[in-house]
């Protein structure tokens, strides 16, 4: 698509360049977008998440949804101020993101793919616009009260009349780049949401530097006129540094509390060396790469994609994947996962999973969403805010015509003071940057919330329930013993047991297929049916039904029995064979139950093993109450029962089984390599597998929600005290504008403790 393609609609001609015609490509696509599911199958529609270059506050946010609200082809937009991220939902058949992109682009904003956004020149070139006004604004600030001061101490008549009127003359020269290049930002939104008939946060902010260069500079043209000779060029210049500095300074420390999450979805390479068929190597984009490519990775860089080492050995890092930064071993024929790093030296790896097939695409899809959801109290205070600047807008007004009565002079002062300290950022940032920095610690820890508005249920919660098997205990299992029904061949019963258990998650029938090698052949099945947390039938081609799974499940009681974690085969004739495996706690299971009693939470297990092993482990452990034998439809229900006695669940699990109990439970944990229904179900997934990082999660939980009301506590205070000091005249309009930089300042720095 070429710069001279023009798109029309209702509105008119909309031209899209050549920047917003890469989001259509195909290839570039695929980082940002997917297929929208429902009911499991893919439909028609396409979810994309995009970084909003220039947006600053939830005014802004309100700004960019309005312009692609009601648009056809749009289901969904949705943009989190914190991060500056869109998640929107679209019908590639009706619509096309470049047209999208415009519709944002006449508001005043620009949309990017995340790795063009956070590429090294892309912030370089923000970072550097923003220190060239703050430069301007705070050099022409210095001058301009270097001419003011002799006004403010000198007695009346020191200053002839020539003179006062050059200071005059030289305090407006110097304030005119101030106001033309250092304050076009404010200008350039304020515009945009005129244009588009709605008051957003730098409204009041323009109108107020607006007024009073103009009255100033009325002033300075004509002493003796209406506006007299007073000019508040200080003022304006002043107010103009402090709430650029502010605005520098909030997007600093924003990168800080959402940085995390941008580093680790940032994680690969734009590009790498693939080696060619001659052995020779190229350099292609990472979304160029296709499964059974050879690429070469080097050290400090990331594997691109899921594959397998070529090299003698390598030293590798996938803190990503669980949450400890220690360099790992890995020899030829070891896996490698995308998004680990290469630690030394020149890495060379088979691809066999790239793209949005990988376990890191995976992660980047479960933070995104939680970078673009807006708490249940964020979307309170983006609601407040809209009508609170209208209130601002006639609240300034109404003190301007007030003290025009009262005092001329100080008329348009208090007007302007109102404007500027009035902004509603600091209430509209108050809970999105705490639980996006509370987020982006978990995520350097392993922990991945998928939604920000679990804190607030995380917080709450007073009783914990895990599951037994890949939770309190390790997820993988090891053959401890194998009886076979008297005539059977011990081959055939492992490939037999194997082919049932291939195509489940369950942690024993992953302890199964860990137990036959992989070059033994498997039998094929037909009608394969899994039953989840029972166990898995099927027929052989000669008619005979197979089971493998408890003994209530196959139907018959095996003649030996076991202790701790077995499965059972059966076939037309009844028992076939019992499978015996052991399983061993997790380091930190004991550890953290006890932390969990101290923090008065009460423990359950609940498991759909036997009593005896239940009980064993519960008692190895801790835990207060004990269920065993429990189908997931017991489990729901004891949950539920939990709910109705007033107790605030969280639920640990990690199978197949767990999903349904994860999804009603108030806050949900899904345990190490989960299943994938248990990630989808969960509110936070635990990649290392620690149980410990549980109850870490639970306790930072409860400090994101007091330091949320503490931001919010903070912004009333400030808007309660602020605003009748403005109104009264106590407050000139430098002195709002450092107060509200102030406010928004405060409420960042408060939320970045969380983190550290």
């Known amino acids: 698509m070429s710069s001279a393609t023009w798109l029309s609609d209702h509105r008119g001609p909309l031209t899209v360049n050549d920047d917003f015609a890469v989001l259509d490509d195909p290839v570039e696509q695929s980082a940002f977008t997917e297929a929208v599911e429902a009911e499991g199958a893919c439909t028609a529609q396409r979810e994309s998440v995009l970084v909003v270059q220039g947006m600053y506050c939830a005014a802004c946010a309100d700004a960019i949804e309005g312009a692609l609200d009601g648009v056809p082809g749009v289901a969904l937009a949705r943009v989190h101020a914190a991060t500056r991220r869109l998640q929107l939902r679209w019908d590639p058949a009706v619509t096309r993101l470049s047209e999208l992109a415009v519709r944002v682009g006449e508001r005043g904003y620009r949309l990017l793919p995340l790795q063009q956004a956070l590429s090294i020149d892309q912030r370089l070139r923000e970072t550097r616009q923003a220190l060239w006004r703050l430069f301007v604004a705070g050099f022409c600030m210095m001058q301009v009260m270097m001419y003011a001061w002799p006004a403010y101490v000198a007695a009346p008549g020191d200053i002839p009349p020539d003179i006062g009127q050059l200071l005059r003359w030289a305090s407006w020269v110097i304030s005119v780049p101030v106001v033309f290049f250092a304050s076009g930002p404010f200008f350039q939104r304020a515009w945009a949401d005129l244009k588009a008939r709605r008051i957003g946060m730098d409204t009041p902010v323009s109108v107020g530097i607006l007024v009073t260069f103009l009255v100033s500079s009325a002033a300075t043209f004509d002493p003796s006129g209406p506006w007299g000779h007073e000019v508040w060029y200080d003022s304006l210049t002043m107010f103009v540094f402090f709430l650029l500095g502010g605005r520098y300074l909030e997007a600093r420390l924003r990168e800080r509390t959402a940085g995390a999450l941008d580093a680790l979805i940032n994680r690969l390479p734009a590009s790498c060396e693939r080696e060619r068929a001659d052995g020779t190597r190229e350099t292609v984009s990472v979304r160029r790469l296709a499964a059974g490519d050879v690429v070469h990775v080097r050290a400090g860089e990331a594997f691109p994609g899921d594959g397998v080492l070529l090299d003698a050995h390598a030293t590798v890092d996938e803190a990503l994947l669980t949450g400890e930064s220690r360099p790992l071993a890995r020899r030829c024929g070891d896996a490698l996962v995308a998004g680990s790093l290469n630690l030394a030296g020149l890495a060379r790896m088979r691809l066999d999973r790239v793209g949005s097939d990988t376990r890191y695409a995976h992660i980047v899809r479960l933070m995104e969403r939680a970078a673009t959801e807006r708490p249940r109290l964020a979307e309170l205070a983006d609601r407040i805010a809209g009508p609170f600047l209208v209130l601002v807008m006639l609240a300034a007004a109404a003190a301007g015509i007030a003290w025009w009565q009262i005092d001329p002079s100080k008329s348009l002062a208090v007007a302007v003071a109102v404007l500027i300290v009035t902004c509603p950022c600091a209430l509209s940032l108050a809970t999105p940057a705490a639980m996006l920095a509370s987020a982006g610690a978990l995520a350097r820890r392993g922990v991945l919330i998928r939604r920000l508005q ?75 049916r899994e039953e989840p947390g029972q166990g898995v039938e099927a027929r052989l081609p000669d008619g005979r039904r197979v089971r493998l799974g408890s003994a209530l499940f196959i139907g018959t009681m095996p003649e030996l029995d076991v202790d701790g974690p077995r499965t059972y085969l059966a076939d037309d004739h009844g028992w076939l064979a019992t499978i015996g495996f052991s399983e061993g706690l997790r380091e930190d299971a004991r550890a953290a139950v006890q932390r969990l009693r101290q923090l008065g939470i009460q423990t359950w297990l609940i498991s759909g093993d036997r009593a005896a092993p239940a009980h064993h482990v519960a008692q190895a452990v801790g835990v207060d109450h004990v269920l065993a034998e429990a189908t997931p439809e017991r489990k729901l229900q004891e949950v539920q029962a939990l709910q109705q006695r007033g107790w605030r669940i969280a639920m640990v699990g990690d199978g197949l089984n767990d999903g349904p109990v994860l999804a009603w439970a108030d806050a949900s944990f899904a345990l190490g390599r989960a299943a994938p229904l248990a990630q989808a179900r969960s509110d936070a997934v635990v990649q290392g597998g620690r149980v410990m990082d549980v109850v870490d999660t639970l306790l930072l939980a409860r400090r994101t929600l007091r330091v949320v009301r503490q931001n919010l506590v903070w912004a009333a205070v400030y808007n309660a005290v602020c605003i009748p000091l403005a109104l009264i005249g106590w407050m000139p309009p430098w002195l709002a504008g450092l107060g509200m930089a102030a406010s928004s300042l405060l409420v960042i720095a408060n939320a970045w403790r969380l983190s550290r």
């Open 454 to 528: 679990a804190f607030e249920a995380m917080a709450s919660v007073n009783a914990v329930v895990f599951d037994k098997t890949g939770t309190l205990t390790h997820d993988h299992l090891v053959l401890r013993d194998l009886h076979l029904r008297t005539g059977a061949d011990r081959t055939q019963v492992l490939a037999l047991a194997a082919a049932l258990a291939r195509g489940s998650l369950h942690p024993v029938a992953r302890g199964v297929m860990a137990v036959v090698p992989a070059e033994l052949p498997l039998p094929a099945l037909e009608g394969l």
